[in-house]
């Protein structure tokens, strides 16, 4: 009598909603080579190349001195206007650019998934990594231009605050990938909703601290900006670089919950859907 085979990986019609991490790290090399992928064909056939990473948040942040601080006269709490604009773009284009690449992953993947198989997820986390890549340069212009400040003297550095920036970029950048992963499925199946993502995208920037603080915020309407999971997240950011947060402990705790629910339930939606997607691709 022969002994049935023991397969290491078995593939079925059926779908699971947990993330097999066993499958995950044997696909690691994929992840790789998916981000080196996506990182060079961002910038092939570009006059400036990567350049493009320093010189987008520049000139986003001297838009912003101009209309908001010099223009409309928005206080930029005892900050040099430069550098509060540029906290809060650099931490801004983190979490718009997640969300706006997780959120394709399906409508811009459709061929690829459905000729070969692998997990999904895959491609969400190779867009996750490039980012943070992304991110890493522009955060070394951060501390440059605050290096500059606080060598000049505008500027007292706090040492024992920094760590508090690694919790708002781990927060932000959670929100982000879990928004991604939902919008992800459900722009699969309804392409309109993709012009609704970005539209809201753009709205949220408007009720987030990006460009103002919430020092300067009407007391009567700090409660609603703080509905935003995200205004905690950059308050905090701004705080790692000051020591001066304007935040509550409360706030910090709910953009916490906030990032764990939205993170656990865009996987679980994301596993579950992923492959039964494809007859709609």
Known sequence: M?????WEWEITSK???????????????????QTRKDFLGAYQQTLLGPLWVLIQPLLTVGIFVVVFNNILGVKTDGYPPI???????????????????TSRTF??????????YFPRIIVALSALLLQFILFGIQLLLLG????????????IFHASSLPLALVAIVVTSGIAFGAGLIFSVLTAKYRDLTSLSQLLTKLLMFVTPVFFS??????KAVAYVMINPLSPMFELFRAAFSGDYHGSLSGIGFSVMFMVVIVT???????KMGDKLLDVL
């Open 2 to 6: 022969i002994e049935s085979a023991k």
């Open 15 to 33: 779908t699971s909603w947990f993330v097999n991490l066993k499958e995950l790290y044997f696909y690691k090399d994929l992840l790789l080579s």
């Open 83 to 101: 550098l509060f604009n540029l906290m809060g773009v650099t931490l801004w284009t983190l979490f718009s650019e997640v969300f706006t690449n």
């Open 107 to 116: 409508t811009q993947n459709a061929a690829v998934f459905s000729k070969v």
């Open 144 to 155: 440059s231009v605050f290096a500059y400040y606080v060598i000049t003297k505008q500027i």
């Open 214 to 219: 919430l020092a300067v915020v009407p007391q």
């Open 265 to 271: 339930s865009g996987i679980l939606l994301f596993n």
